[in-house]
């Protein structure tokens, strides 16, 4: 049985486009990687298991209004994981 997230392709995408821009004390990969779990972890899953259920939620997840919560997601996870580093 296949399932997917489709949150975490949503989160990845706008944390791309967004990790330069954001504040963090270091933007190595570590960091990036523990803004992307704790940005998940903030967040609803989206889980679907087929083709067309994956379309519908990414559709659902590219309005601005879904575009913002995960941007907040990111930035506060960013302040977090800027204050607290793992390495």
């Not at 489709?6 to 963090?24: G, I, P």
């Not at 270091?26 to 960091?31: I, M």
């Not at 995960?70 to 580093?85: D, G, H, N, Q, R």
Request: hydrophobic share 45%; glycine share 2%.
């Amino acid at each position: 049985m296949l399932i997917h997230n489709v949150m975490e392709e949503a989160v990845k995408d706008l944390l791309e486009k967004h990790w330069r821009n954001l504040s963090v004390s270091c933007h190595c990969e570590t960091c990036k990687a523990d803004v992307f779990a704790l940005s998940l972890n903030r967040l609803k899953p989206h889980y679907v298991r087929a083709q067309a259920g994956s379309m519908y939620a990414k559709a659902n997840l590219m309005t601005t209004q879904a575009r913002a919560t995960i941007l907040t997601a990111i930035t506060e996870s960013a302040k977090v994981v800027s204050a607290y580093p793992h390495h």
